[in-house]
């Protein structure tokens, strides 16, 4: 590395003032200049750098001690980059490895990313980008592992199987089912289509001293009203003309238990009318019956609507709502708890993986930047269903932009551009990407450039330098937005 490359980073820290970077890097690579400057400019920044001259070399160098990063040459005196790069991956799936190269053709950063490659630079590279994706991939590494101890420590504390979270909205929805569970309470739960309602209603059950009875969902917007009042409170024999026998409602089934109404607001007032009896005085008669039935039911109740508002427009009545109103759980959109998303994807990997016979699949750095920027309408049901998809069609450990549908990501992925330019390079490519990517972000952020740089969680300089770098003619803001 020239004595002007090392002031240039030199000043750039100065700056900036940046503060070290920490982190244990190995360099593999047989070319002594490549490493002596990978060497320098890491460690000016801070990093704990080796280097091995072979394949062999950096493989034991590996076994004897862990690294947050492996810099990686395509071609080695003694063996082959990506054959290198398999066995790193069979002793380590989460560690990032970027590959290294002079031979930058698409078809080699291909077969880099799906051998499970974090990246891929090419020689001769900017020391700035190299930087960038040094730091972006140890950082993902880090939060890969603070997932899974924050996971660890909200099993621990809480053991709500499949509810994933750490965010501040998540952990007092934690809280206060911890305190309700064990009450006799009726619940409503208020959120979203897609935000786990039946989940919570389960952890409720889960943890109560109801656990060891039935519990029993019943979608009440899915039914007509005649059906869904013979599904809840059964039947005798000859009560209407298809009543061929007589049969037990649902009520009934969850004695001793709970009963989950799913999508209450859609119930019809004559329905709500004997939901509320059952509720006050905990009988009930079967349709076409002259007896009334006893039974031990905690109601849980779950909306996605406003049920104040159907009160007050005479849809919903106004004593059943406070008594399924006695204690509330309303639950955060997932656009409202972003930070939870990494912790999700995580839970759903090992889901899926698991339930598919299939090694522990892994998103790059890449493909986690859409799924941090999407706003999830459809909730954690439509991250869920991004996450089986992507695992499905996996055919390697990690999963890549490809694998993600175009909702998410809003732009053409990189096999889309390599198709566009067969004779581009890598850098050009990629460049290309990001030109596209940041573009798409100021045009949703009408071209205010401090929203789309909170958007990408970039300081507002980094993506001033990214726009001038890239030729991107900024456009006048949209006030409207």
């Known amino acids: 590395m020239s004595e002007a490359a090392v002031s240039a980073v030199l000043a750039r820290r100065h700056m900036h003032q940046l503060e070290p970077a920490t982190g244990s890097i190995l360099i593999i690579d047989d070319e002594a200049a490549i490493r002596e400057s990978l060497e320098t400019l890491l460690a000016i920044e801070g990093y704990n750098v080796e280097a091995a001259r072979t394949a062999e070399e950096g493989l034991a160098m590996l076994a004897a001690s862990p690294r947050d990063l492996v810099l990686l040459d395509f071609a080695l005196p003694d063996r082959n980059g990506l ?24 078809e080699n950063a291909v077969k880099a990313i799906q051998a499970g490659a974090t990246n891929f630079i090419q020689k001769p590279w900017d020391n700035e980008k190299l930087l ?129 109404l799913d999508e209450i607001g859609t119930m019809g007032l004559d329905t709500q009318a004997k939901i509320l009896r059952v509720l006050q005085d905990r009988k009930f ?53 972003m930070e939870d998303v990494p912790l999700l994807v995580n839970h759903f990997l090992g889901r899926f993986s698991e339930e598919n016979g299939l090694p522990p699949r892994h998103f790059t750095a890449d493909a986690m930047r859409p799924l941090l920027n999407y706003g999830w309408p459809g909730n954690v049901r439509e991250l869920e269903n991004v996450i089986e998809r992507a695992v499905v069609l996996s055919s390697g450990a990690y999963i890549g932009v490809d694998l993600l549908p175009d909702s998410i990501l809003g732009e053409a992925t990189l096999p889309t551009l390599a198709q566009e330019s067969p ?11 990001e030109r596209r990517v940041i573009m798409s972000m100021l045009e949703k952020c009408g071209w205010n450039q401090t929203d789309a740089a909170e958007r990408f969680r970039i300081p507002l300089s980094t993506l001033n330098q990214k726009i001038k770098r890239l030729s991107i003619e900024v456009r006048k803001r949209n006030r409207e937005n």
């Open 132 to 260: 960038a994706d040094v730091r972006a991939s140890i950082s993902h590494l880090r939060m890969e592992e603070e997932n899974r101890q924050l996971k660890r420590a909200l099993k621990q504390r809480y053991s709500f199987e499949h509810i994933v979270g750490k965010s501040e909205p998540m952990l007092k929805v934690f809280d206060l089912v911890s305190q309700v569970a064990p009450s006799r309470s009726t619940v409503l739960i208020q959120g979203d289509s897609g935000t786990g309602k039946e989940l919570i209603a389960k952890a409720i059950h889960a943890h109560s001293p109801r656990k060891d009875g039935p519990f029993v969902p019943v979608n009440t917007g899915s039914m007509p009203t005649e059906l869904l009042e013979s599904t809840l409170f059964g039947h005798v024999k000859g009560a209407f003309t298809s009543a061929i026998a007589s049969k037990k409602g649902l009520f009934e089934i969850a004695n001793k238990g709970t009963l989950f």
């Open 285 to 337: 008669m079967h349709l076409g019956g002259v007896s009334e039935v006893q039974v031990d039911v905690r109601i849980i109740a779950a909306t996605n609507v406003d049920l104040k508002a159907l009160v007050k427009e005479g849809k919903f009545r106004e004593d059943l709502y406070y008594r399924l109103n006695v204690i509330s759980v309303n639950l955060p959109p997932l656009r409202n708890r």
């Open 423 to 433: 004779n581009a390079s890598l850098f050009d490519i990629m460049e290309e990407c």
């Open 83 to 106: 054959e290198v790069l398999e066995e790193v991956r069979e002793r380590d799936p989460g560690l990032p490895v970027i590959m290294i190269t002079a031979y930058g053709t698409v």
